[in-house]
């Protein structure tokens, strides 16, 4: 067992021994300690972060910042932020961080130029931006996926509301033709122009939805160098690009040492400098950068990156709870569960560890989630009787721009409420005093289901404002978490070798579906299905 795998059995031993003891009664934990809502709660900038709903104590956060230190976790932090290659399976540095180091900070020498490279690439999206709008482009299409799509569709839906008179965004990710048809329908082919964002340029959905556009383009009567002038690039290939017709001009080019579920800081915000204006997107940045310093700079003890980490590898590790919910309690953020679930599920959903171990420990947990108070009508019902604890993550805004009288705070008071329920539960006695015939064996049995067990646990991320600079922090927040859970897990977060199989598979597969191959080498199911399709369709 190497040194690296010791700690980590002793960080899981740690947990779980917390999990059966000291952490097993989250209410006894608050009724034994009355400072316990202001201890565990941090403020952030532009944020207020509470995680005294977590069973978090003094003794575990600070053996497990003990072993942080002992599996050097500050030297990870300092890898990451410096360049140095922490994707180790792709020999790749991930320079996330780097793209938000504003403008005239110092950095390293060895990051100096690439540093530069990405402010010249800020100046480039800005000018490529005002000379779309210049030329009457009013919609932007997006065509991307994954990390080429949920960032910058966050984003746009968080701030919409802000965006530049007369510009507007439209994204289009899955290869299913019905989502292409749902925007280029309302499309005038000559007020529009779109985004082909893919980091590889490779992908199917991507390169189909970007020939099918032209085609369509085509169809409108648009001539070949009207339809290359409303192409525009975001890739980290840039003669892929050029080989797709794309002019020189409109190819912006991002570093492979950037991910893509790590990449809306990169020229894959494009669409967002162009709706919403560089001003704003450098708001973003800055929001995530001062995350960044938080994270690099803090202590563990009072670290939001480090505490979040803790927190999702005692539920894994320690409980042993399968998923984690995301409940926002903000329609803007409503993209933010979908996002997450990419960050978190893509980068550490892994089974095998760094050094080729295979894991011993549960790692990524299911992540999904929705919207407050819409969900509270649908899957709490599980979330506060279910067999399953599930932890939820509710966030929200604590100023809106709207003047709906009384809607925010009876918003906000369902998110508090559902907390508080989660925490508090109803004994048995107490669902029975409810009942106006205790004695009566049918009211006993209908107490019996209305008991809550409580001591579910949550944590509350309240923003000030939702604006480009809390958004910003809030993504880097998260990532921060994904990665200091994953380093201590021993898991390379920025690799991603489990979409690949599928993606062999579908290549073999598609002439077999349209008929250009005869079925070979296939299980008996999936012929089944094929042969299905085919006599069906
Ligand atoms: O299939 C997974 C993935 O590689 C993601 O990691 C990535 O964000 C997405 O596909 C899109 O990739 P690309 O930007 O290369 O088109």
Same mark, same amino acid.
């Given at each position: 067992m190497s040194d690296f795998s010791k700690l980590r059995t002793e960080l899981v031993q740690l947990l779980r021994l917390h999990a059966l003891?000291?952490?097993?009664d989250l209410r006894a934990m608050f009724a034994r300690d009355p400072g316990r809502a202001q201890r565990f709660a941090l403020e952030l900038p532009g944020a207020w972060l509470d995680?005294?709903?977590?069973?978090? +104590?003094d003794e575990l956060v600070y053996a497990a910042a003990q072993l942080a230190e002992r599996m050097q976790l500050r030297d990870a932090l300092k890898a990451l932020f410096e360049g140095h290659t922490v994707n180790a399976s792709e020999g790749r540095a991930a320079l996330h961080t780097l793209l938000r180091v504003p403008e005239g900070t110092p950095v390293t020498e060895a990051l100096r130029d690439r540093h530069d490279d990405m402010q010249s690439a800020l100046r480039r999206m800005a000018a490529l931006g005002e000379k779309l709008a210049g030329e009457g482009i009013e919609t932007l299409v997006n065509l991307g996926i994954g990390g080429s799509d949920l960032g910058p569709r966050l984003v746009y839906e968080a701030l919409g509301a802000q965006a530049l008179h007369g510009r507007r965004l439209r994204f289009v990710a899955n290869v299913d033709g019905n989502a292409l048809d749902a925007v280029l329908r309302h499309l005038d082919p000559r007020r529009s122009a779109f985004v082909l964002a893919s980091?590889?340029? +490779?992908?199917q959905e991507t390169r189909m939805n970007a020939e099918s556009a032209m085609h369509w383009m085509r169809a409108h009567g648009l001539s070949e160098p009207e339809i290359s002038q409303r192409l525009v690039a975001v890739t980290a290939k840039p003669d892929a690009a050029r080989a797709m017709g794309v002019p020189e001009t409109h190819i912006l080019a991002f570093s492979e040492a950037v991910g893509g579920r790590y990449?809306?800081?990169?020229?894959?915000g494009f669409p967002l400098v162009y709706a919403l204006g560089i001003a704003r997107f450098r708001e973003l940045l800055d929001g995530a950068h001062q995350i960044d310093q938080h994270v690099l700079h803090q202590p563990w003890e009072s670290n939001a990156g480090f505490l979040l980490a803790l927190i999702e590898l005692l539920h894994r590790c320690g409980f042993g709870h399968p998923s984690h919910a995301v409940v926002v309690y903000d329609e803007r953020l409503a993209r933010l569960p979908e996002y997450l679930q990419q960050l978190e599920m893509e980068s550490n959903g892994k089974s095998v560890d760094v050094s080729g171990e295979t894991m011993s420990y549960p790692t990524a947990p299911v992540v999904w989630g929705g919207v407050g108070t819409s969900v509270q009508h649908a899957f709490f019902q599980a979330l506060h009787q279910g067999t399953d604890v599930v932890p939820v993550s509710f966030i929200a805004a604590a100023r809106v721009e709207h003047d709906f009288d009384g809607h925010h705070d009876a918003l906000i008071a369902n998110m508090a409420a559902q907390g508080a329920a989660l925490l508090r539960g109803r004994s048995y006695p107490e669902a029975l005093a409810?009942?106006?015939?205790?004695?009566?064996p049918a009211a006993q049995a209908r107490a019996r289901q209305r008991v809550f067990p409580g001591n579910r646990p949550s944590t509350t991320l309240l923003l000030e404002q939702l604006d480009a600079h809390s958004v910003g922090a809030l993504i880097a927040l998260m990532e921060h978490k994904v990665y200091l859970s994953g380093r201590m897990l021993g898991?390379?977060?920025?690799?991603?070798?489990?979409?690949e199989l599928g993606k062999e598979i579908c290549v073999q597969l598609l002439p077999m579906v349209t008929g250009e191959a005869a079925m070979s080498g296939l299980d008996s199911s999936t012929e089944a299905l094929l042969r299905r399709y085919r006599s069906t369709r």
């Open positions: 003891g000291a952490g097993a995680l005294s709903k977590q069973a978090l +104590s980091k590889s340029f +490779s992908t990449s809306v800081w990169s020229a894959i409810q009942e106006s015939n205790p004695a009566d898991i390379n977060s920025f690799d991603q070798w489990g979409v």
